[in-house]
């Protein structure tokens, strides 16, 4: 079946700008995660959803950072007046909760930049 | 204190020798472990996960878990030039929260 899907691939923005990530899960997965990858740096937890709550919203760095999920799937996140720091690989990953496994399956990301 | 540490590296080994990565996690309620790897460029793929205190193997591949000591490594035999990436430790510490370390550097020389 599909696996995770991000877009768009790429963006390019302006700083100030708004900007909208969106992340499709493997269907039939109910959490969901966001992550931010600077260039040759680890994972960066940004926020996860169990269905379309939100249990833990801590990572997002400031509240410029939005995010939500509707209907159980799909993923937006948003980012309001963008700055040139928030210039990483934005990385969205499904899993099938209520199991021990618990593996995440990573969509390709969205390369962001902010000029 | 970060919830998931690694050695940043880089780690390099000849060819053919092993490979050792480690990982410690601060949260003692933590249920499942995960080893990731990462390519240049590429997004993380699974390659190992562990549950119980003990070894797990998989081909080239060994985890160890200590959850006395909280500690989780990962072993590569005969390690090929092909290995060379960053590997992260991942725990999820209830539910479906997981945590990644900021990952290790392998590099793996012919």
């Known amino acids: 079946g599909a696996g995770v899907s991000q877009s768009p691939s790429n963006k390019v923005t302006e700083k100030g700008k708004d900007v909208e990530l969106r992340c499709d899960p493997i269907?039939?997965?109910?959490?969901l995660y966001w992550y931010r990858q600077s260039l040759g740096q680890g994972l960066e937890f940004l926020i996860y959803?169990?269905?379309?709550?939100?249990?833990?919203k801590s990572g997002l760095p400031s509240d410029r950072f939005s995010a939500e999920r509707t209907g159980g799937s799909v993923s937006t996140l948003t980012i309001q007046r963008t700055q040139q720091e928030d210039s990483a690989v934005y990385l969205c990953?499904?899993?099938?909760?209520?199991?021990?496994?618990?593996?995440?399956?990573f969509g390709p990301g969205t390369r962001l930049t902010v000029l | 204190q970060k919830e998931v540490e690694q050695n940043s590296g880089p780690l390099s080994v000849p060819e053919g020798a092993i490979a050792s990565l480690n990982c410690t996690y601060s949260?003692?309620?933590?249920?499942?472990f995960f080893w990731y790897r990462q390519y240049s460029g590429k997004s993380p793929e699974l390659i190992m996960s562990?549950?119980?205190?003990g070894d797990k193997e998989d081909g080239r591949f060994t985890a160890q878990l200590n959850k006395a000591s909280q500690y989780v490594s990962l072993l590569i035999r005969d390690s090929q030039p092909s290995d060379s990436a960053t590997y992260l430790c991942?725990?999820?510490?209830?539910?479906?929260?997981?945590?990644f370390g900021a990952g290790t550097r392998l590099t793996v020389k012919p």
């Open positions: 949260d003692r309620v933590s249920q499942s």
């Open positions: 990953a499904s899993s099938v909760a209520g199991t021990l496994g618990n593996e995440q399956f």
């Open positions: 991942a725990v999820i510490r209830n539910n479906n929260d997981m945590r």
């Open positions: 269907s039939g997965h109910t959490a």
């Open positions: 562990i549950y119980s205190n």
């Open positions: 959803f169990q269905g379309n709550s939100a249990p833990d």
